[in-house]
């Protein structure tokens, strides 16, 4: 099977640990099944460990008012150092290390085995007080312990120091969050894990070494990754925020090419309705030319009309005793004659009104081609216009949150990639031809 492992920073309460009194969470029918390893008094163990440093120290100083009376209540007031130090460890938890069934029995084991070489492996921490608990949901391990190193060069030869005890056990820190504390509770943690593989447990990592830290440090350090997290997020805005400018920029450099081409559809559609009204004004000049001929043709009717009912194109009757002869030269012969310049005048009037009605015929169709045409330009360029305008309208917008100076820099970060692109290109082109040579 396999089960966690915890190791982190106790509270540090004698008292609880050796259940001077009895919290909510402790089942007291079973405070029994505790096992105390050792419970020293904490004040004896300091004379133990620095009464003879602190006698040389004391001996050394010219002045009363320096010397030390008593180091453990030095220690007590100290903002630097602790008088002592906890640690609590549990393999497991409630659910599959409970302490009232085998599986709890098998944790006190292995808590004991283990706690059986902690103090060798361990030789700059004073253990003065060690129990674990049974009669909690889960067995865990409470150790409290003095950590001193000794021939110190300043101080007391002899003095308390967490940070100095673990480096003499070889546990250096390379960082705030990598420190010797850190690294010597994961070494801790492979000792118990090795205790574990014997009795059949193995350990289940959780890909986190945070489980030792205490509550503020475990919080200071979450926050910590907060602040990193808010850096990375801080970088990737502001790269975004770089991009958009650029972006930005190149959306104000192409605003302004389009309010050029705008302008210039702009012009290019009035030409184009002056154009229009141009060809309107043929148009109606054509419908003119065409009333006139139309008042042509009437008058080819009207001829065609006399020629029909006018007397004079009418064949007189032969008078009485009228010569065939006679007939023929005084009244058919101008007739004939008359008749026949009529019918060339008719003719003449004719073929220039055909002619002319051809003529107006193609430049009528030439005039519709281009009015057409003139009005799918235009509808163009009004499309084109309104594009034009909803663009504008749209940087508009992007303009009240961006001051001035912003958009200048943006559009100078546009035309710097620009002529970084052009030189680019410049130099491909030399190279190409330089590979031609």
Aim: proline share 1%.
């Amino acid at each position: 099977m396999e089960r966690t492992i915890s190791i982190m920073n106790g509270e540090g309460s004698l008292n609880h640990n050796n259940r001077t009194f009895t919290a909510d969470n402790v089942d007291s029918s079973r405070t029994a099944l505790n096992v105390t390893f050792i419970n020293d008094n904490i004040k004896a163990v300091y004379h133990e460990l620095f009464d003879q440093a602190l006698k040389s120290y004391n001996d050394k100083q010219t002045r009363k008012d320096r010397q030390i009376k008593n180091y453990y209540e030095k220690i007590s007031r100290s903002k630097q150092e602790k008088t002592f130090h906890e640690i609590v460890i549990q393999i497991g938890n409630k659910d599959d290390m409970n302490a009232r069934d085998w599986k709890g029995e098998t944790a006190r084991d292995i808590l004991s085995e283990y706690y059986n070489g902690f103090q060798k492996r361990n030789s700059n921490l004073r253990v003065f007080n060690a129990v674990i608990h049974m009669d909690e949901e889960t067995p865990h391990l409470h150790v409290d312990y003095v950590p001193y190193v000794a021939e110190s060069s300043r101080g007391l030869a002899t003095r308390v120091s967490l940070k100095g005890a673990l480096a003499k056990q070889g546990f250096v820190g390379s960082s705030r969050q990598d420190t010797e504390w850190h690294r010597w509770v994961e070494a801790e943690k492979r000792e118990l894990a090795a205790v574990m593989e014997r009795y059949g447990v193995k350990w289940k990592q959780l890909c986190t070494h945070n489980q030792h830290l205490s509550v503020y440090d475990y919080k200071k350090q979450e926050r910590i990754k907060d602040v990193e997290a808010l850096e990375k997020q801080v970088d990737s805005t502001e790269e975004e925020f770089l991009k958009t400018k650029i972006l930005l920029g190149k959306s104000k450099y192409e605003l302004e090419e389009l309010e050029t081409i705008k302008t210039i559809a702009q012009l290019e559609n009035e030409a184009l309705v002056d154009k229009n009204n141009q060809l309107n004004k043929e148009f109606e000049a054509i419908n003119t030319r065409f009333m006139s001929m139309s008042e042509s043709v009437a008058s080819v009717d009207s001829i065609l009309y006399e020629i029909d009912n006018g007397r004079e194109y009418q064949l007189e009757q032969p008078t009485a005793l009228m010569s065939a002869k006679n007939y023929k030269e005084k009244i058919v012969d101008p007739f004939i004659k008359k008749l026949k310049q009529l019918v060339r005048t008719v003719y003449s009037k004719y073929a220039d009104l055909k002619v002319k009605i051809r003529r107006l015929e193609f430049e009528m169709e030439t005039i519709s081609e281009n009015v057409a045409d003139l009005r799918k330009q235009i509808k163009e360029k009004d499309a084109c216009i309104s594009t034009l305008q909803v663009k504008a309208d749209n940087f508009d917008k992007i303009e009240e949150y961006l001051t001035p100076e912003q958009i200048d820099e943006m559009i100078k970060a546009v035309e710097e990639i620009r002529r970084m692109h052009k030189q680019q290109r410049e130099m491909n082109k030399y190279y190409e031809e330089w590979r031609k040579r």
